[in-house]
T-cell receptor, first 112, second 114 residues
């Protein structure tokens, strides 16, 4: 079945550092890929998405590129801020299945 | 504000008690979902409803029941709560449209079973 694997956290960085959170997936066909963010005490919010190979999703300075050859969708940001501290979830939606499958989440701490 | 509303936000139950978690959305979305979030486990799908009048089991349905009361509302019931059901529960919805891919989530219900 479909699955998502993302790097375990917590990840701790200093403000203005470069961020990468790795995500790989297993799916049949051509899934859509997502990154969601969860701020403390809140529900998940869609951060960005990509629906086909080589698509780049971007939002709020974050980017992720759909790499079918490596089955990856790594999240990157060039200069993180304290306000980026949150839990980040990689997810996929595959084929005719209406459901989204989530990774286990990566907690990010940004130090001032 | 438009979105997904969950009630209650917090609840403490004794083992064996029952309760219903309520979820309502005002975005005219067709599909609705219940997830539970546990440390180190991410989000796991409990039940979902692709449209009014239909419900299906997700990854972890045991111990739960659901009702899609109408297009707006999708409730989750615990008939006999167990400590293993201590978790944060999230409701989500989305339009069943090939051009719309993301979910809208509620802010969660934190449930503790003692």
């Amino acid at each position: 079945g479909n699955s998502v694997t993302q790097m375990e956290g917590p990840v701790t960085l200093s403000e203005e550092a470069f961020l990468t959170i790795n995500c790989t997936y297993t799916a049949t066909g051509y899934p859509s890929l997502f990154w969601y963010v969860q701020y403390p005490g809140e529900g998940l919010q869609l951060l960005l998405k990509a629906t086909k190979a080589d698509d780049k999703g971007s939002n709020k300075g974050f980017e992720a590129t759909y790499r079918k050859e490596t089955t990856s969708f790594h999240l990157e940001k060039g200069s993180v801020q304290v306000s980026d501290s949150a839990v980040y979830f990689c997810a996929l939606r595959g084929g005719r299945d209406d459901k989204i499958i989530f990774g286990k989440g990566t907690r990010l701490h940004i130090l001032p | 504000n438009a979105g997904v509303t969950q009630t209650p936000k917090f609840q403490v139950l004794k083992t064996g008690q029952s309760m219903t978690l309520q979820c309502a959305q005002d975005m005219n979305h067709n599909s609705m979902y219940w997830y539970r979030q546990d440390p180190g486990m991410g989000l796991r799908l409990i039940y979902y409803s692709a449209s009014e009048g239909t419900t299906d089991k997700g990854e972890v349905p045991n111990g739960y029941n659901v009702s899609r009361l109408n297009k707006r509302e999708f409730s989750l019931r615990l008939e006999s709560a167990a400590p293993s059901q201590t978790s944060v529960y999230f409701c989500a919805s989305r339009v069943s449209d090939m051009n719309t891919y993301g979910y809208t989530f509620g802010s969660g219900t934190r449930l503790t079973v003692v």
